[in-house]
């Protein structure tokens, strides 16, 4: 026993520091504690040393090489000593530890992928570029649901995934193994190229506000419009099918112009023409009057008069012209019934809308003196002529009877 305890004694004071120098005097000490009571025990016998063998094995703990494992660290201790083993470890010296670990190896980088894009559908394979792809990296799109590499090469430089569906627009690309996650690479899904069949109305006012609808298909979210190619234009709506769009037109020269959309896919061609109109101008109308019966042909001279232009009497129902002059500088319209009174007429185009000029509606009317009754038709003037040339008939055979 003294062997053993000088020989703990010598290994712990070689430790050095506090822990190690009071555990070394603690075991020097022993010899001259245990001497008496190894002196007292031999006297006892068997039926008493072997209990106080076994309660002293409760007390102190002796643990060699001992190996644990946590959260991917593995610890090996070569010799533990503590007190009252049966239950844990109280007071323990741990000799020559030492700790490895986690050993899920380095974080792996990224340094860009081929190619930068692909259509929504999917079905792209793509190639990773960087360090540290081991066996189990996975992918993540947008940090969506992991994807398993179609191939890891050997050197761990570079890996190969197939994209999946998604949402046109760009997104992140990241790599992940045991021990961590890369930076971002960019791609970015395309839709498919957009077409345009037609746009509806074709032709707008040069002062712009015209809401325009292009048919279409594949016109997805942050397509945009352009007018001869100029600066994008945002459209004010876009349908879930992608089949049409609405835009509104600003304010441009008079004359044709190509309307184009341009999507991540593509732009659209051949572009669909839309047309700014001026307005159009009224100085007059001939004649400036007519019965309420309505029927007369009138004149109206201007300018900028075009297909489509329609007439309207005190902002009434559209009337079509019955003739537009190929220069637009006049145009002829019919005039339907209408209350006698002076009304406002204007000429309306894609341009927009002149001022009014001014025609009257005139009733025809008269008094019968014998029952001062108001009559307002040609039926009252034709009957008072009657009476009146029956009245001079008479009086014509009145006076043949006289000259006789």
Request: hydrophobic content about 40%; aromatic content about 4%; proline content about 11%.
């Amino acid at each position: 026993m003294s062997t053993l305890t000088s020989s703990l004694a010598a290994a712990f004071a070689g430790i050095g520091g506090g822990v190690g120098t009071a555990v070394a005097d603690a075991l020097a000490g022993l010899p001259a504690l245990l001497t008496p009571i190894n002196t007292l025990a031999a006297g006892l016998g068997t039926s008493l040393t072997t209990p106080l063998s076994a309660g002293l094995s409760a007390l102190v703990g002796l643990q060699v090489n001992k190996q644990t494992s946590a959260a991917g660290t593995f610890t090996e201790t070569a010799l533990v000593i503590g007190l009252i083993p049966a239950t844990a470890l109280a007071a323990v010296v741990n000799l020559a530890a030492s700790s490895v670990g986690p050993n899920g190896g380095p974080i792996p980088t990224s340094t860009g992928l081929t190619p930068p894009s692909g259509p929504t559908a999917g079905g792209t394979t793509v190639t990773v570029t960087g360090t540290n792809f081991t066996p189990g990296t996975t992918v993540a799109i947008d940090g969506g649901a992991p994807i398993t590499p179609s191939s890891i090469a050997p050197d761990g430089t570079s890996l190969t995934f197939v994209t999946p569906p998604h949402a046109a627009g760009p997104v992140a690309v990241t790599v992940t193994n045991a021990t961590g996650t890369s930076g971002p690479q960019a791609f970015t899904f395309i839709p498919p190229a957009p077409t345009a069949r037609s746009l509806t109305p074709p032709s707008g006012p040069t002062a712009g506000g015209t809401t325009v609808t292009i048919t279409g298909t594949n016109f997805v979210p942050g397509s945009t419009v352009a007018i001869d190619g100029g600066a994008p234009i945002t459209p004010t709506s876009i349908a879930p099918d992608g089949t049409s769009l609405t835009f509104v037109t600003p304010a441009h020269a008079v004359g044709p112009v190509g309307v184009t959309v341009t999507t991540l896919g593509g732009t659209t061609t051949p572009a669909l023409t839309f047309t700014f109109v001026p307005p159009p101008t009224a100085r007059s109308l001939t004649p400036p009057s007519g019965p309420t019966a309505g029927g007369t042909t009138v004149t109206i001279t201007g300018t900028n008069f075009v297909p489509g232009s329609t007439v309207a009497i005190d902002g009434g129902a559209p009337i079509t012209p019955t003739s537009i002059a190929p220069d637009g500088r006049s145009l002829t319209f019919v005039t339907p019934a209408h209350a006698a009174g002076p009304v406002g007429v204007t000429v309306t185009t894609t341009g927009g809308t002149t001022g009014p000029q001014t025609f009257n509606f005139a009733g025809f009317r008269g008094v019968i003196p014998a029952t001062g009754t108001d009559a307002g038709s040609l039926a009252w003037y034709g009957l008072l002529l009657l009476v009146l040339g029956a009245a001079l008939v008479e009086t014509r055979r009145r006076l043949r009877i006289k000259a006789r």
